[in-house]
């Protein structure tokens, strides 16, 4: 199974927003909605920021917003504030019944 | 407060074997789906395996097929990796993920602070 497709980094100045992509093929991201989306800060676990494409976990910011398209997936950080700075890995849902990571996406704020 | 804490990681020699435990508190293993994640040094993570709520559907990664084996015990709310066969390119943080529902999506809500494995 091939690790979904992210770009390798991403910035942007505080308070703009930001989109990072998530490309995998109709047997996972295109397939289901099941598309999760998490960040992670060095030396920490990473975090569940969106769920089920566009779904946000209790006590996350609604400054993260996730949508589907095809077989790519975004999150949007709107409003980007210095402690937004954190790696970001998608993940999907797979028709062989697994989970896939996408290749992550590390996000700078100038 | 729901939390998973991993143990047994530590070095081993290649081809050797390894079990990782991954006890859960205040929730039920039984309730919830839950996953082995890592992360190699500096790299991305990779799903390993994932074990349904009522333990009838595991899956696994290619890269771990036939090698590991995901088990649990209900009674002491404890699941573990069997990791056999290990190789080098399995050195990485075990994360142990439990996910926020019944079945295996994806969507892991609460984590572990990881054990470390090394194979050399």
């Known amino acids: 199974q091939s690790a979904l497709t992210q770009p390798a980094s991403v910035s942007g100045s505080p308070g703009q927003s930001i989109t990072i992509s998530c490309t995998g093929t109709?047997?996972?991201?295109?397939?289901?909605?099941?598309v999760s989306w998490y960040q992670q800060h060095p030396g920490k676990a990473p975090k569940l920021m969106i769920f089920?494409?566009?779904n946000r976990p209790s006590g996350v910011s609604n400054r993260f917003s996730g949508s589907k398209s095809g077989n790519t997936a975004s999150l949007t950080i709107s409003g980007l504030q210095a402690e937004d700075e954190a790696d970001y890995y998608c993940?999907?849902?797979?028709?062989?019944?697994?989970?896939?990571f996408g290749t992550g996406t590390k996000v700078s704020v100038l | 407060e729901v939390q998973v804490l991993e143990s047994g990681g530590g070095l081993v020699q290649p081809g050797g074997s390894l079990r990782l435990s991954c006890e859960a508190s205040?929730?039920?293993?039984?309730?919830?789906?839950v996953s082995w994640v890592r992360q190699a040094p500096g790299k991305g993570l990779q799903w390993v395996s994932g074990?349904?709520?009522?333990?009838?559907?595991?899956s696994y990664a290619d890269s771990v097929k036939g090698r590991f084996t995901f088990s649990r015990d209900n009674s002491k709310n404890t699941l573990y990796l069997q990791m056999n066969s290990l190789r080098a390119d399995d050195t990485a943080v075990y994360f142990c993920?439990?996910?926020?529902?019944?079945?295996?999506?994806?969507?892991?809500?609460?984590w572990g602070q990881g054990t470390m494995v090394t194979v050399s």
């Open positions: 205040a929730f039920s293993i039984s309730t919830y789906a």
């Open positions: 089920d494409v566009s």
């Open positions: 074990i349904s709520g009522n333990g009838a559907l595991t």
């Open positions: 109709s047997s996972d991201v295109g397939g289901y909605n099941y």
């Open positions: 993920a439990k996910g926020e529902g019944y079945y295996t999506r994806g969507a892991f809500d609460m």
């Open positions: 993940s999907s849902y797979t028709s062989s019944s697994t989970v896939v």
